[in-house]
């Protein structure tokens, strides 16, 4: 992809989500909340749609809102539909999500970004606004979820979640891409003195609670894990983030274990298109497109010991249905 070995030879900046049309219980953009007229689109390699993808399934909207997989490696248009027959989407027929953006925009200049929604009836695009998607999952489409869904972003606490998430989105989710990606010495510095500065603080807090806010999981907790999954497998190395593992920190790893054996989280996670996309799309970073073959995965189910902390995994609700 004509644009990957770029990466580290230039100054990193998050575009912003362009399409940021919102799919509610009242239809107010024009997009209603309704059983099977959507299509979340993911790669299972991306931070931002693995949190839909957790989201998605904490809530039971699986029936509700269909799923299409792009493959972890892109090509000069993006994310791509190869890993379906004949390299087409199944239900949108498309073989690049470009084209959903098209349908939507014709001539769009951004980049082509997940996690979308997209409209099956017209082929559009409705969002790709990775912040807003998975609150609106939360509280628009309430009357889809399953029963027992748990409230992932409770009224009560939504200041303290969002305060929580800004922190976590500056210096962790984006402050890895910040210190992989730099151009500079001194940029890199300070997007890895972020980093670990915040997932100190991070630590700190977890050291007496289960969950980062309340007792229950909630947004945060969903956002924060999607970084550290990754953590071992790309961050520590491919985007220098190394002062140390993840394994390496009781407290998080310890946390991180916790949710990855919740259902819903570690079974959306797939190490082997999180480590081929990182390791083979960014050319700029790892020219040789050698993936390596750690660390072991195995780590991940041993016994973590955060049950000593109390808290109730989905408050007044049950874990979603094994798969």
Known sequence: MPGNASYGKKAFKRSRSHFTDRITADGRDG?????????LVVSKACPWASRALVVRRLLGLEDALSLAVADPIQDDRSWRFTLDPDGRDPVLGIRY??????????GYPGGVSVPAIVDVPSGK????????????????????????????YPEPLRDEIDEVMEGVYRDVNNGVYRAGFANEQGVYEEAY????????????????????????????DVRLFTTLVRFDAVYHGHFKCNRNKLAEDPVLWAYARDLYQTPGFGDTVDFDHIKRHYYQVHTGINPTGIVPLGPDPSGWLEPHGREKLGGRPFGDGTPPAAR
Do not use: C, K, M
Request: charged share 30%; no cysteine; hydrophobic share 40%.
């Open 193 to 220: 003195h972020d980093v670990f500065a915040r997932l100190d603080t991070v630590a700190e807090r977890l050291a007496g609670q289960r969950y980062l806010v309340g007792d229950t999981i909630t947004e945060a």
């Open 125 to 152: 695009l409705v969002t790709n606004d990775f912040q807003q998607l998975t609150l609106d999952l939360e509280t628009e489409w309430t009357a889809l979820h399953r029963p027992g869904a748990p409230d992932l």
């Open 97 to 106: 999500l470009s084209e959903a953006y098209d349908a939507r925009e014709t």
């Open 31 to 39: 997009w209603p909340v309704e059983a099977g007229r959507y299509r």
